[in-house]
């Protein structure tokens, strides 16, 4: 065993060359004990039940994630009140990038403003990742309701104001959101009845038992295509490839009304700065490829994948639209 020197000068340079002989073996091994992140599955929380649009948007970014990083990318469907359970035990997550979380424009941009207190603060306590998609709302009636068109539809309601009533896949949900915009852009009166999820609510359309929904493209194109159910205008600025006879609500005469459905992937605050690139690099490439482009081209949804910064902005910009409506329209939670 190698003795120290006694002489204090002498004393404190061994132990500097010894400190730094101890630094140059033990840092190997420390690099070791923390492996390249992903090294574990990734949990992708998702605030709604199965099978709506978000379910959706989430399953197809996932099943590629899983591909390119060679661990399995899982889908956990969180549902019930609002998407705020959800969000808080997200929140509350080590922000290691192992979970991760769906937000959306009920979730990010109108629960600040609608519930006194969740627990935790958008902008504080999420990380945001990118966004993954815009997609189409879609405004869609019963065949039963005795209107052909958006114009009529609008007309009948407002002569029989409380006769209708609309269905959500939930409060604060992205339809129950467009459904509240277009009450007040039109000055209609309809009854929202929220369900839990986009098939519960879509199971009493199709029956007659409710009489107007709106959703994203996805959910509801099939049913637009066989008769089963009426689209009678779009919610964004332009009419769409798949419905290119369905006009916009703008173009009703209802100037500068947009609601477009959009989703993204957020991480507890704190998740390493390099995870978190990763992770959107990693959700570019997804929504480039030919699977994701040709499922999402058919629903004429727009695909994001642009850095965490310009997220960020975005759900900023939206907040801001959303708080007014919020005020304006008197959304409460249910």
């Known amino acids: 065993m190698m003795s120290s020197p006694t002489d204090p000068p002498t004393r404190r340079r061994w132990l500097q060359r010894t400190a730094v002989a101890s630094t140059a073996i033990a840092w190997p091994w420390a690099s070791l004990a923390q492996p390249a992140w992903p090294a574990k599955p990734i949990r992708f929380v998702v605030p709604f039940v199965p099978g709506g649009t978000s379910d959706i948007v989430a399953r197809q970014v996932a099943q590629e994630l899983t591909k390119q990083l060679g661990v399995a990318v899982l889908i956990d469907n969180k549902a019930g009140g609002g998407g705020v359970p959800a969000m808080q035990e997200v929140a509350r997550s080590a922000a290691d990038g192992y979970t991760v979380i769906l937000g959306h424009v009920g979730s990010l941009a109108v629960n600040p403003y609608i519930f006194a207190n969740t627990g935790y603060d ?188 310009e997220f960020a902005a975005f759900i900023r910009r939206e907040q801001a639209v959303w708080k007014d409506i919020v005020v304006k329209a008197k959304i409460k939670p249910d």
């Open 122 to 309: 958008v902008n504080r306590d999420f990380t945001p990742v990118t966004l993954l998609a815009k997609i189409p709302s879609l405004f869609v009636i019963h065949p039963d309701v005795p209107a052909n068109d958006f114009r009529e539809f609008v007309a009948y309601v407002k002569k029989n104001p409380g006769k209708l009533n609309y269905a959500s896949a939930g409060n604060a949900s992205a339809g129950h959101l467009a459904m509240e915009y277009l009450k007040l852009a039109t000055g209609m009166f309809m009854t929202h009845i929220p369900y839990r999820g986009t098939g519960a609510a879509m199971t009493d359309l199709l029956a007659g038992r409710t009489q107007a929904f709106s959703a994203g493209t996805p959910a509801l194109l099939q049913y637009i295509r066989s008769g089963k159910l009426r689209a009678i205008a779009v919610g964004t600025p332009a009419r769409i490839p798949a419905l290119p006879d369905v006009p916009t609500v703008a173009e009703m005469g209802y100037r500068n009304f947009e609601s477009v459905q959009w989703y993204g992937m957020l991480a507890p605050a704190g998740t390493p700065a390099a995870v978190v690139q990763r992770l959107q690099e990693e959700c570019a490439k997804a929504l480039q490829s030919a699977s994701t482009t040709e499922r999402f081209a058919g629903d004429s949804a727009t695909v994001g994948g642009q850095p965490s910064a």
